[in-house]
């Protein structure tokens, strides 16, 4: 992609209003509403992600983070271990099914140094709804604002040393089977997300100076059946009627493989791990 474009923030928000056209106008908050389908993803990430996660500990320890904003925590993947070796850790988090996993996980593990903002990044007040600054702000792999270069804004005005984002450098495995099912769920082309090179055109342009590391997301999502497959598809594809199900359902059973009983689709993407110090 050039990098001769004056303004790499409109460039993100033509891309992503593009792809929320093709998804019907949805984001993705409306894919986790329910707790199962957060616990899929919770089991998921915990079987299969878990060098990239302690990849992800391992920077924020060796940078001495003591105060930590989460965005986009989801079920606490990276904010229930981040609070045992830090202060203070605020999970922003809008999705309905995932602060419900999160809450039971805080419960059971009585932790009493993190807290949960219910809130999109976008109308989170840094005032009244947060306790800053933090050493380190972190948003892993959600990163679906409209308008980044505001959320980026609002990160670095919590922040007191470094924000760390992880975002994709490419089009990631799923998106081939979004290309593939929406001419045939919804009779139109699905397009995908802005990438890291986007994301990071806007940090430059801003004035900060990013740095960079490449690494592979390697994952899988695993399903007790092709019924509980399709449950958990039927939001993510914005299926609604028996005929979609249908079509759903037979695209889900070719291309799931078979392991010890269980239906699984396994996971692929090239990402990079950027962070940009404030202090600059």
């Known amino acids: 992609m050039t990098t001769n474009v004056s303004d790499w923030n409109q460039v993100w928000m033509e891309q992503m209003a593009k792809h929320k056209a093709s998804d ?34 391992e920077d924020l320890t060796a940078a001495k983070c003591l105060r930590i904003l989460d965005i986009g925590a989801g079920p606490g993947i990276l904010a229930v271990p981040l609070a045992k070796q830090a202060e203070l850790v605020t999970a922003v988090e809008p999705a309905a099914g995932m602060i419900h996993r999160l809450k039971e996980i805080i419960q059971a593990q009585n932790i009493s140094n993190l807290s949960i903002v219910e809130k999109r990044w976008e109308d989170v007040d840094l005032e009244s709804d947060l306790q800053g600054p933090y050493d380190a702000v972190v948003c892993s792999f959600a990163l679906g604002m409209d308008d980044l270069r505001a959320a980026l804004k609002k990160m670095a005005a919590v922040c007191s040393n470094t924000v760390y984002l992880y975002w994709f450098a490419e089009d990631v495995s799923w998106n081939k089977h979004y290309k593939k099912l929406y001419p045939l769920l919804h009779g139109r082309e699905f397009s995908s997300m802005p990438d890291s090179c986007v994301l990071m055109n806007v940090i430059k342009q801003m004035g900060y100076a990013p740095e960079a590391t490449p690494f592979s ?45 269980k239906r699984i689709l396994d996971i692929r993407a090239e990402c990079l791990a950027v962070r940009f110090s404030v202090l600059n």
């Open 24 to 57: 019907g106008g949805r984001d993705c908050v409306a894919f986790w509403s329910k707790a199962s389908t957060a616990k899929i993803y919770e089991n998921s990430a915990k079987a299969t992600q878990g060098p990239r996660i302690v990849q992800m500990l």
């Open 217 to 261: 997301y390697e994952s899988n999502s695993a399903f007790s059946g092709l019924e509980e497959a399709v449950d958990f598809y039927r939001v993510r594809y914005n299926v609604k009627t028996e005929e979609q199900e249908d079509i759903l359902r037979n695209y889900l059973d070719k291309i799931l493989r078979t392991e010890d009983e």
